[in-house]
């Protein structure tokens, strides 16, 4: 006998419901909803198929009322209401910028506030959702890296943006009227707030169901998370998730990148490339997103552009030069437009992609590195920053 601990996997263990009020059905895994419905009393045999039943109807049809779940019996469908609901977060506010971007300010529980962006273009709508409330890393020019308050987001509330955007989209498909193959929501990108490989189990789970053929229903392909450089997680996110990867790289030294993401001090720029040479191979994905903010005299130098170069040789790469986008009381400046041409030239004769981010929505500050939760006031001082950038 060993006295190592007893380990449960409670996705199959115990069969039984949480106590305390329904069970939300949005954001369980498959395996879950199965386990979820056995313990409501369906039997074994039908499990199966009332999982895809019910499946289909939360993430095919976006029907949020058991009741309108017609190809069910009414005592089904009663058992289902007993036990369970399909909530989303509550929007409290949503705002539309000049420029088309919405922002949507969502309640989760405990009263915790996170930000999602919809960013239309022209053939397509990218949705950046957000995977922690706050941020516990601190990266010296982003806005949600100030605020102090921060708990995971569940699959759940992950799942849960990707729905509250195609409700206010008007995106569901309508029973009884043809297939409309545009996509309003075509591409996630885990770019809002939070460490999203911090979360990884319960963003794991919301991808796999943001990605399930019978729902939403978007390719891994059309899913792009971004990391600051957890770099443990790395591998297991090429193999558990197999979406895109953007790597917020932002500098070409250690000394420039240890005050930039502070991440960095405990893994570098070079374990973090090491980690990136086998993603593409480990995910079946072609390339990997450098992001680089740019930032006026801190890491837009011609220097800059050549060491980056030589930095990601040999990964398949595409470099997204991101203009950086000024909160209040932010220590850093937006670099001249043509100094991120000139950078961007750089790289792009180097033989990669090197397109500059148009800022979108900034009127609304719904720009990347601008969220933060309109309640959260505990603002730190510009000096607090400065300090802690390294200034
Ligand atoms: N935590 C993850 C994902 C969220 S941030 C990460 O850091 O990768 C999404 C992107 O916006 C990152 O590349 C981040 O570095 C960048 N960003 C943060 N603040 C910014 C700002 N003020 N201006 C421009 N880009 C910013
Ligand atoms: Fe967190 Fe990303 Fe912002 Fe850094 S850039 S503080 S990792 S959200």
Same mark, same amino acid.
């Given at each position: 006998?060993?006295?190592?601990?007893?380990?449960?996997?409670?996705?199959?263990?115990?069969?039984?419901?949480?106590?305390?009020?329904?069970?939300?059905?949005?954001?369980?895994?498959?395996?879950?909803?199965?386990?979820?419905?056995?313990?409501?009393?369906?039997?074994?045999?039908?499990?199966?198929?009332?999982?895809?039943?019910?499946?289909?109807?939360?993430?095919?049809?976006?029907?949020?009322?058991? &009741?309108?779940?017609?190809?069910?019996?009414?005592?089904?469908?009663?058992?289902?209401?007993?036990?369970?609901?399909?909530?989303?977060?509550?929007?409290?506010?949503?705002?539309?910028?000049?420029?088309?971007?919405?922002?949507?300010?969502?309640?989760?529980?405990?009263?915790?506030?996170?930000?999602?962006?919809?960013?239309?273009?022209?053939?397509?709508?990218?949705?950046?959702?957000?995977?922690?409330?706050?941020?516990?890393?601190?990266?010296?020019?982003?806005?949600?890296?100030?605020?102090?308050?921060?708990?995971?987001?569940?699959?759940?509330?992950?799942?849960?943006?990707?729905?509250?955007?195609?409700?206010?989209?008007?995106?569901?498909?309508?029973?009884?009227?043809?297939?409309?193959?545009?996509?309003?929501?075509?591409?996630?990108?885990?770019?809002?707030?939070?460490?999203?490989?911090?979360?990884?189990?319960?963003?794991?789970?919301?991808?796999?169901?943001?990605?399930?053929?019978?729902?939403?229903?978007?390719?891994?392909?059309?899913?792009?998370?971004?990391?600051?450089?957890?770099?443990?997680?790395?591998?297991?996110?090429?193999?558990?998730?197999?979406?895109?990867?953007?790597?917020?790289?932002?500098?070409?030294?250690?000394?420039?990148?240890?005050?930039?993401?502070?991440?960095?001090?405990?893994?570098?720029?070079?374990?973090?490339?090491?980690?990136?040479?086998?993603?593409?191979?480990?995910?079946?994905?072609?390339?990997?997103?450098?992001?680089?903010?740019?930032?006026?005299?801190?890491?837009?130098?011609?220097?800059?552009?050549?060491?980056?170069?030589?930095?990601?040789?040999?990964?398949? &790469?595409?470099?997204?030069?991101?203009?950086?986008?000024?909160?209040?009381?932010?220590?850093?400046?937006?670099?001249?437009?043509?100094?991120?041409?000139?950078?961007?030239?750089?790289?792009?004769?180097?033989?990669?992609?090197?397109?500059?981010?148009?800022?979108?929505?900034?009127?609304?500050?719904?720009?990347?590195?601008?969220?933060?939760?309109?309640?959260?006031? &505990?603002?730190?001082?510009?000096? &607090?920053?400065?300090?802690?950038?390294?200034?």
């Amino acid at each position: 006998m060993t006295n190592a601990p007893i380990t449960q996997d409670v996705l199959t263990l115990p069969r039984k419901l949480p106590e305390g009020g329904p069970l939300n059905l949005v954001g369980l895994t498959r395996d879950q909803l199965r386990d979820a419905l056995i313990a409501a009393g369906t039997p074994d045999k039908q499990a199966k198929m009332r999982v895809g039943q019910v499946w289909q109807w939360i993430y095919h049809w976006g029907v949020r009322d058991f &009741a309108d779940m017609t190809n069910l019996g009414k005592d089904y469908r009663a058992l289902l209401a007993e036990h369970f609901t399909i909530a989303v977060p509550e929007v409290v506010t949503r705002q539309v910028s000049a420029d088309g971007t919405r922002k949507y300010l969502l309640r989760i529980a405990g009263g915790h506030e996170v930000e999602t962006v919809y960013i239309p273009e022209e053939n397509r709508g990218t949705l950046c959702i957000s995977s922690q409330v706050g941020c516990t890393l601190t990266c010296s020019f982003c806005h949600t890296g100030t605020q102090k308050l921060v708990r995971n987001l569940t699959a759940a509330e992950i799942v849960g943006q990707v729905m509250v955007a195609r409700d206010d989209l008007g995106e569901w498909p309508k029973p009884g009227e043809p297939k409309d193959e545009t996509r309003l929501v075509s591409n996630v990108v885990l770019m809002g707030m939070g460490e999203p490989l911090y979360n990884f189990d319960n963003v794991r789970d919301a991808m796999k169901v943001v990605m399930d053929g019978e729902g939403i229903s978007l390719s891994r392909r059309r899913i792009t998370l971004s990391t600051s450089g957890v770099v443990p997680e790395i591998a297991r996110a090429a193999e558990e998730i197999g979406c895109l990867l953007a790597v917020s790289f932002h500098a070409t030294t250690d000394a420039v990148r240890d005050t930039l993401v502070p991440i960095n001090k405990r893994w570098n720029i070079e374990t973090l490339l090491n980690a990136l040479r086998e993603y593409p191979r480990l995910s079946n994905s072609e390339r990997i997103t450098f992001e680089y903010v740019m930032l006026k005299g801190v890491n837009d130098s011609d220097a800059d552009a050549k060491r980056l170069v030589k930095l990601i040789a040999g990964i398949p &790469a595409k470099i997204n030069l991101i203009p950086f986008n000024e909160w209040p009381g932010s220590p850093y400046q937006r670099s001249d437009w043509e100094r991120i041409e000139a950078f961007a030239d750089i790289i792009y004769k180097a033989g990669y992609a090197s397109p500059i981010r148009t800022p979108r929505g900034e009127d609304i500050m719904a720009a990347c590195g601008q969220l933060k939760s309109a309640t959260e006031r &505990a603002r730190k001082s510009r000096a &607090a920053i400065e300090a802690e950038a390294g200034m």
